[in-house]
């Protein structure tokens, strides 16, 4: 896992940290970007961590490319010789698997999709070897995930399975990409799950919807005052199928105002995911549930 | 109160000298497309160069004023007119409380950016008070604006006052074939060889799917990638990466066949590849790109890059010193 440096145009580093996914290279990612941001490095405008790669924006009137670039590579060193820790948050994210308006959806855009007979998660569920949609969920909602990532959109979390890779849910996106897309749909594309915060057009296949808000411009949703996006990359989520009457009942608390997100934080070591990710899941979600 | 919008023409928009500093949370930077315009429009009206502004493309609005106001037009040739009655671009003129402000055809370019004195007074939002309306945020209740909406204008600087103009070699005004300077690099390497010839060869033209998004061009020859095993979660397609930033000015190449240049609202990451970056000098001659426009994109290093950004930083400050 050689790191691969690249000018964007006069006024972008890219940084490539691995051509493929992996939690060590988002983990990476994660601790170079943070580096540069407590390096106060001059001229520096933009930080994006992403999945396996990351992104400074810089302006060359202040910091030449050439130097932008020497000092990366200074922090790369110093990052590599990193704890592996990370002080975090992981949240509960209710989903409405299987939901009649995500479904309506891909029912419309269904002659864009390798499968037009069935849905998303039927199609999912078979090319992974589940045997039925619930047991697909089941896998799905069981082990946490990484924000790997925040983007594409305003808020919208990409997000990674803390899973061996062999568990890895994989499903290629819709053969053409739709033009519409439920607010707050539970997505999947290639190792990626993702939340769209906002509606709009997605390629990636459709599980359910959340009823929890995770992008609220006019910073009317209680614990989005603050800031109006709740995800940011190293966060984590756990998904927790509800029904009809669950996602109802949570509607019903969002539109009071009432609505508060189950969040814990914690500690999170690379290290100890190696050793075991189940023992680390079971520990993350003892702290999620006070367990 | 100051304006109210009687017509909104195709897309009319309040920006600024935009938002950067959320990019890492899908917020692009927003602002005008066309920044050197936008500062002009200000700057002849008496303003700070990055007050919020509209911008309007291809179509200009219909707006009564209901105050006096020094209004000035700059960017595409969309000729301004005040009670049907025209009025130079580029050069600031008056318009009296009740008068409507329209415009004729687009002559040149895409997009015009009318200053009004004072500055649009929409609420600063991120420190910015561009539009970026895929997330609703900022601008005008987050959105292009509507016949019906009326927006306040803030209070003008005595240094407001009509009659000022752009000396007509400092404006920029576009035509012809456009070239685009290109740093190859990103995801350069995995193209083949006769693909990175031919990219550059080619003349490609401005797509109808343009927008403040990016930029897709078709009309070149497919680009062929070279072979690999996929990358563990980059997807099946050749063109397809392990989802990462996207740089402003990037070019991806969904399939290898349109290219598609991102700009201000760009979407700030995802799965295809890129080739290179439109180097920061040229990103506002997109912005007054047409649709068919023909456009080459050309080869350029860092140290042509960077000399043209000087050269175009040395150009706002002759435009700047022509109106002080």
């Known amino acids: 896992m050689e790191p691969r440096y690249s000018f964007g145009g006069d006024d972008h580093i890219f940084v490539e940290v691995d051509e493929e996914m992996s939690l060590d290279a988002f983990f990476k990612s994660l601790s170079m970007t943070n580096s540069v941001r407590e390096s106060r490095i001059k001229g520096v405008t933009e930080i994006c ?18 130097d932008m670039l020497a000092e990366l590579k200074r922090l790369e060193s110093a990052a590599t010789k990193g704890d592996h820790t990370l002080a975090t948050r992981i949240f509960e994210v209710p989903v409405y698997y299987n939901d009649p308006w995500t479904h309506e959806t891909l029912m419309r855009f269904r002659e864009r999709h390798q499968e037009p007979t069935g849905t998303d998660l039927e199609y999912a569920a078979r090319i992974n070897g589940y045997a039925s949609v619930p047991d697909f969920i089941k896998a799905h909602s069981g082990a946490p995930w990484f924000v790997s990532m925040v983007g594409f959109v305003a808020g919208l979390p990409f997000l990674y399975q803390m899973v061996e890779r062999e568990k890895q849910i994989e499903a290629p996106k819709y053969l053409r990409p739709r033009t519409d897309t439920p607010k707050l749909t539970v997505g999947h594309g290639g190792c990626f799950g993702c939340i769209y915060s ?3 057009a997605g390629g990636y296949q459709l599980f359910g919807v959340t009823p929890m808000p995770i992008y609220d411009p006019n910073q009317q949703v209680s614990y989005l005052r603050e800031f109006m996006i709740l995800f940011k990359p190293g ?23 009432r609505f508060e997100p189950t969040m814990r934080s914690v500690a999170f070591s690379l290290d100890e995911f190696r050793a075991s990710p189940a023992a680390t899941n079971k520990k993350l979600l003892g702290a999620l549930y006070g367990a | ?23 890492h949370l899908g917020i692009p930077e927003s602002g005008g497309m066309d ?13 700070p160069e990055g007050a919020a502004v509209l911008e309007a493309v291809f179509l200009g609005p219909e707006i009564r004023f209901d105050r006096d106001a020094v209004v000035a037009v700059s ?36 997009r015009a950016y009318i200053a009004v004195a004072g500055g649009v007074d929409v609420p600063l939002v991120l420190g910015s008070r561009s539009t970026y309306p895929l997330g609703a945020l900022g601008g005008f209740e987050g959105r292009a604006l509507k016949a019906g909406d009326r927006v306040k204008i803030g209070t003008q600087s005595r240094d407001a006052k009509p009659g000022r103009s752009v000396p007509a070699k400092l404006r ?32 490609w033209k401005v797509a109808p799917e343009a927008d403040r998004i990016g930029y897709r061009f078709r009309g070149g020859r497919a680009l062929s990638f070279a072979p690999r095993k996929q990358p563990f979660g980059a997807g099946s397609d050749p063109s397809n990466i392990v989802d990462s930033c996207y740089p402003y000015g990037s070019i991806q190449v969904p399939g290898g066949t349109e290219p598609i240049v991102l700009h201000h609202d760009a979407v700030s990451g995802g799965g295809y590849f890129m080739l290179g970056t439109v180097i920061s000098a040229d990103m506002d001659l997109i912005g007054q790109l047409q649709p068919h426009q023909p456009t080459r994109f050309v080869k350029v290093d860092m140290e042509t890059a960077l000399k043209a950004r000087a050269e175009r930083k040395a150009a706002a400050g002759r435009l700047k010193e022509s109106l002080s």
Request: net charge negative; no cysteine.
């Open chain 2, 1 to 23: 109160m100051g304006l109210e919008i009687l017509k909104p023409g195709l897309s009319t928009t309040v920006q600024d000298l935009g938002r950067p500093g959320y990019y």
């Open chain 2, 35 to 47: 920044k050197s315009s936008l500062a002009a429009a200000n700057l002849l009206v008496g303003n």
């Open chain 2, 75 to 110: 960017g595409a040739h969309l000729p301004p007119k005040v009670d049907g009655v025209e009025q130079p671009s580029w050069t600031s003129f008056a318009v009296k409380s009740g008068q409507t402000l329209s415009f004729g055809f687009l002559k040149s370019g895409a």
């Open chain 1, 235 to 257: 966060d984590i989520v756990k998904f927790k199928p509800v029904d009809r009457d669950g996602y109802d009942a949570a509607i019903e608390l969002v539109n009071a105002g």
């Open chain 2, 172 to 203: 920029i005004e576009g035509s012809g074939t456009t070239e685009l300077r290109v740093l190859p690099g990103l995801y350069w390497h995995r193209l083949t060889e006769e693909a990175g010839k031919t990219f550059f060869e080619d003349v």
């Open chain 1, 198 to 200: 906002v509606r709009g």
């Open chain 1, 49 to 66: 961590p992403a999945n396996a790669s990351y992104q400074i924006r810089f302006d060359p009137d202040l910091i030449s490319p050439s």
